[in-house]
């Protein structure tokens, strides 16, 4: 691979973080941009320890000055971004009935709604330079549903919907959108939807049952897929979701 520059939302803690490494052992040089700097900063010198570049990115996807500020730090640092890695995401596991608007809000500005922004924010150059790779991570959940999980399905649904847009959008202009499901994930994030409802270990139980291969996923075996989207060899694949879920979602 060639040392192209790849920005990853969500690079400071789990999937996200080993889709930082994984692009930067590929020769990559990458932005890790997350709301925490610190999680970003950590996973930076893990990439730097392997003898990698990258740099951390203060950035928080629900807002678009500062999307646009992260944006411009990584034009000034490393130039044009040519991968988009999106994922940046946040949930919480309750039934429909007892959110309010306010956490629909919640929910869809980051997961949704920060696709768009920096989407919008990076796709012009890629369409410039007739070269780009865009990777949004999606969920099972968007593709089948998911109790408890109604606003954050349907966020996850719409971004699947939109990168398949965008993919018919940009197909002649050397840029291709795929979206990465993945199914239950041994994260923090999972750890700490699950800490947050009153039935975690059931939950977990639960999902893992769910799963053929009856087991969670580990952010590594998602960064795999990112990786190969991410490619000089997937140029002739776009508009395509994969679910890297043990057999959970079939298609």
């Known amino acids: ?48 320890e392997a003898e990698g570049s990258a740099i951390a990115v203060h950035m928080d996807v629900a807002a678009t000055d500062a999307v646009q500020d992260g944006i411009l730090q990584i034009l000034d640092e490393l130039g044009s971004i040519e991968i988009l890695v999106n994922c940046a995401g946040w949930d919480e596991l309750m039934p429909f009935l007892s959110t309010d608007e306010p956490f629909w809000d919640q929910v869809l500005e980051i997961n949704y709604k920060g696709v768009l922004r920096t989407v919008h924010a990076c ?55 795929n979206v990465v499901c993945p199914g239950p994930t041994d994260t923090a994030l999972l750890d700490g939807i699950v800490a947050a409802s009153d039935d975690g270990d059931k939950i977990i139980g639960a999902m893992a ?41 079939m298609s």
């Not at 790849?6 to 990458?30: F, M, P, Q, W």
């Not at 109790?147 to 840029?175: L, M, N």
């Open 1 to 48: 691979m060639t040392e192209r520059v790849a920005l990853v939302t969500g690079g400071g803690s789990g999937i996200g973080r080993e889709i930082s490494i994984g692009l930067a052992k590929a020769g990559r040089k990458v932005a890790v941009a997350d709301l925490n700097l610190e999680g970003a900063s950590e996973t930076v010198s893990l990439i730097s």
């Open 123 to 177: 796709l012009p150059s890629m369409v410039e330079n007739g070269w780009g790779r865009i990777v949004n991570i999606g969920s099972d959940a968007g593709r089948v549903g998911s109790s408890f999980e109604a606003v954050y399905s349907g966020a996850k649904g719409g971004v699947i919907g939109f990168t398949k847009t965008i993919a018919r959008e940009v197909a002649r202009s050397g840029v291709t959108a």
């Open 209 to 249: 049952r769910a799963v053929p291969m009856k087991r969670v996923g580990t952010p590594k075996e998602v960064a795999s897929a990112v990786i190969y989207f991410s490619s000089e060899e997937a140029s002739f694949v776009t508009g395509q979701t994969l679910s890297v879920s043990g057999g959970l979602t």
